[in-house]
T-cell receptor, first 112, second 114 residues
Framework: QQQVKQSPQSLIVQKGGISIINCAYE??????FPWYQQFPGKGPALLIA?????SEKKEGRFTISFNKSAKQFSLHIMDSQPGDSATYFC???????????FGAGTRLAVHP | SAVISQKPSRDICQRGTSLTIQCQVD?????MFWYRQQPGQSLTLIAT?????????ESGFVIDKFPISRPNLTFSTLTVSNMSPEDSSIYLC???????????FGEGSRLTVL
């Protein structure tokens, strides 16, 4: 019940395309859903996060869509660029976000 | 945000030895977290370190293997004891940012155990 399932494992997108990464969770106590971006040799960096009181949050080219009833959330990267090539992790947390449960990660490659 | 510095950034160690990883934060924080990221894998929380009290370990992690110190509000260490090749991982220090409570990570310490 603590798992966060992330798909796909890897994704190849052409420059200018839309990258979509999906996550699903079981624990209804989760109330915080961040996405992290990790480049090789670097620590994960917070990209965007959402709380379940909204269904969508947009920051620049990055959008989180949240479906509370389905217990799913997704990351959309519009106009994908080669510089977006990285590993993306979804996560879920509750009660002050002291403990985050991470998805398995998605390795995104954006081809020019 | 928070600036988190970790040392060493990488190391190659021999089986049976121990290594201590340091984490320094540029501001005072109540909680510091240690995560492990095995090669090509996701992040797993090892323990939560509060200043002035014993660290709280997650299931599957024990103090004898991963002793943690938290001497003040800006510093923590994680020791990986009696290392084996299975301990080869990236070890990440993280803290919650002020206000939003979002989790920020250091660059990580990449350990290779031969």
């Amino acid at each position: 019940q603590q798992q966060v399932k992330q798909s796909p494992q890897s994704l190849i997108v052409q420059k200018g395309g839309i990258s979509i990464i999906n996550c699903a969770y079981e624990n209804t106590a989760f109330d915080y859903f961040p996405w992290y971006q990790q480049f090789p040799g670097k620590g994960p960096a917070l990209l965007i996060a959402i709380r379940p009181d909204v269904s969508e949050k947009k920051e620049g080219r990055f959008t989180i869509s949240f479906n509370k009833s389905a217990k799913q959330f997704s990351l959309h990267i519009m106009d994908s660029q080669p510089g977006d090539s990285a590993t993306y992790f979804c996560a879920a947390g509750s009660g002050g976000y002291n403990k985050l449960i991470f998805g398995a990660g998605t390795r995104l490659a954006v081809h020019p | 945000s928070a600036v988190i510095s970790q040392k060493p950034s990488r190391d190659i160690c021999q089986r049976g030895t121990s290594l201590t990883i340091q984490c320094q934060v540029d501001s005072q924080v109540t909680m510091m977290f240690w995560y492990r990221q095995q090669p090509g894998q996701s992040l797993t929380l090892i323990a939560t370190a509060n200043q002035g009290s014993e660290a709280t370990y997650e299931s599957g992690f024990v103090i004898d293997k991963f002793p943690i110190s938290r001497p003040n509000l800006t510093f923590s260490t994680l020791t990986v004891s009696n290392m084996s090749p299975e301990d080869s991982s990236i070890y990440l220090c993280s803290v919650r940012g002020r206000g939003t409570g979002e989790l920020f990570f250091g660059e990580g310490s990449r350990l290779t155990v031969l």
